[in-house]
């Protein structure tokens, strides 16, 4: 059955999945605030999709010997926030799952089948962002692994013991340079970058890394403590 999922999705994925192995887009979000004890939290819920690389924990060898040719694989995420407008901290949870094409499926079908399924939770620092505009975040948790499909049936089941993966992350947000190069948000099918670590560097936001035209937020995760 996963055999014949997984046919059609390994083209072109490697450089999708990032120097990290692993890399996640924000394709939509909804935000709201709220005020507590005198502060104003952003609350924010995302949806996520990406790619991680064959041999990551998020893409096993074990679990997929039976699709060929594989040299990545799918994850979809749901993940909700809550960050301090005056810290630009706070804590995050969600779910994640890793989906391969479902039998009767196209082969240019988006992934919908789930074969490694679990949870995740951490705390998110936006500073940069918040305090300083300037467009980088970052993430630190655990992914909890609960389910994973039989190779043979893809029938999900409960692993007797939950495997956690401590993580960390980098988010970059896409942004525009302003007339007089300050940092400034891109408009859907606008030229966008991504800062580099050094605060300088200015990558280039690809045709792949847009959801209907607009650029998304990137973030690259980094399994281990």
């Keep these: 059955m996963l055999t014949l999922a997984a046919a ?16 996640l887009y924000e394709i939509s979000e909804r935000v709201t605030f709220d005020q507590a004890e005198g502060v104003v939290f ?25 699709v060929p040719r594989v040299e990545s694989c799918t994850v979809i995420a749901t993940g909700t926030d809550s960050v301090s407008t005056v810290s630009g901290t706070g804590p995050v949870s969600g779910t994640f799952d890793v989906v391969v094409n479902a039998p009767g499926n196209s082969s240019v079908h988006v992934p919908d089948l789930p074969v490694i ?21 970052s993430i630190a948790g655990t992914f909890t692994i609960t389910q994973i499909a039989d190779p043979a049936t893809a029938v999900m089941a409960a692993l007797p013991t939950p495997v956690v993966l401590p ?3 980098t988010f970059r947000m896409p942004f525009k340079l302003g007339a007089h190069g300050g940092f400034e948000r891109s408009a859907r099918n606008q030229a966008a970058f991504y800062l ?4 300088r560097t200015r990558m280039p936001v690809r045709a792949f890394e ?10 690259e995760v980094t399994f281990g403590n």
Excluded: M, W, Y
């Design 196 to 199: 580099a670590d050094d605060l």
């Design 42 to 66: 952003r609350n924010a819920t995302s949806l996520l999709q990406g790619f991680a690389a064959l041999g990551t924990p998020l893409c096993p060898f074990e679990l997929l010997i039976s």
């Design 117 to 137: 399924s679990g949870t995740f939770s951490g705390a998110v620092d936006l500073s940069l962002a918040v305090l300083h505009h300037i467009p980088l975040g």
């Design 8 to 23: 059609g999705h390994a083209a072109d994925r490697d450089e999708a999945t990032g120097a990290t192995g692993v890399t």
């Design 210 to 219: 847009r959801s209907t035209g607009f650029p998304d937020v990137r973030l």
């Design 167 to 169: 993580f960390k992350g």
